[in-house]
């Protein structure tokens, strides 16, 4: 079956960009008509939308990011990324990646300090 | 953008008891697409429901979703131990995309 997997560093910081990667295993990322997403919880808090990008390749964000937030995708490796700039310590989170919206994956730690 | 409430904030049950969550959006969700997660600590959120009343593969039949429009229901018919954690609801009908805030259901 179809799982994701996050990676990437575990620890950034400030003011440097965080990039993270998701590993869709089991199936093609090509498949059609699924919105690749990045999704955040803050420590002991709820979840947070950051953005999807569509089988087309278009792209949606939400508004409170969208001026430090890509969302990419590479067919060829079967992976899609997210790039978030300027990081303050507010963006430590669990940062997770989903096929909207039945399959996430397990979520990885990102914590922002120098 | 949509906002969604959840309520109540904290539900306190025993096992085997009936739980009612709440979920009302700010604006209809566009054709009903709206999903109840549930999480436990250090664990990553799992989809119970979508399209707001259809279960999710392996998810037991005492979880059912109801609802349309700005108004949605998480119900357990009966709570199993394992059923006490937090939910959350979430629409994914328009962008952005938004969560609710929470329910946790706690044990009385």
């Known amino acids: 079956q179809v799982q994701l997997q996050e990676s990437g560093p575990g620890l950034v910081k400030p003011s440097q960009t965080l990039s993270l990667t998701c590993t869709v295993s089991?199936?093609?990322?090509?498949?059609?008509?699924?919105?690749w997403t990045w999704i955040r919880q803050h420590p002991g808090k709820g979840l947070e939308w950051i953005g999807y990008?569509?089988?087309?390749?278009?792209?949606s964000y939400n508004p409170s990011l969208k001026s430090r937030v890509t969302i990419s995708i590479d067919t060829s490796k079967n992976q899609f990324s997210l790039d978030l700039s300027s990081l303050t310590a507010a963006d430590t989170a669990v940062y997770y990646c989903?096929?909207?919206?039945?399959?996430w994956g397990q979520g990885t730690l990102v914590t922002v300090s120098s | 953008e949509i906002v969604l409430t959840q309520s109540p904030g904290t539900l306190s049950l025993s096992p085997g008891e009936r739980a009612t969550l709440s979920c009302r959006a700010s604006?209809?969700?566009?054709?009903?697409?709206l999903a109840w997660y549930q999480q436990k600590p250090g664990q990553a959120p799992k989809v119970l429901i979508y399209g707001a009343s259809s279960r999710a593969t392996g998810i037991p039949d005492r979880f059912s979703g109801s609802g349309s429009g700005t108004d949605f229901t998480l119900t357990i018919s009966r709570l199993e131990p394992e059923d006490f954690a937090v939910y959350y609801c979430q629409q994914y009908g328009s962008s952005p995309r938004t969560f609710g805030q929470g329910t946790k259901v706690e044990i009385k």
């Open positions: 604006q209809s969700v566009t054709f009903n697409f």
């Open positions: 990008i569509y089988d087309s390749g278009s792209t």
């Open positions: 089991g199936g093609s990322i090509r498949s059609g008509g699924y919105y």
């Open positions: 989903a096929r909207e919206p039945l399959l």
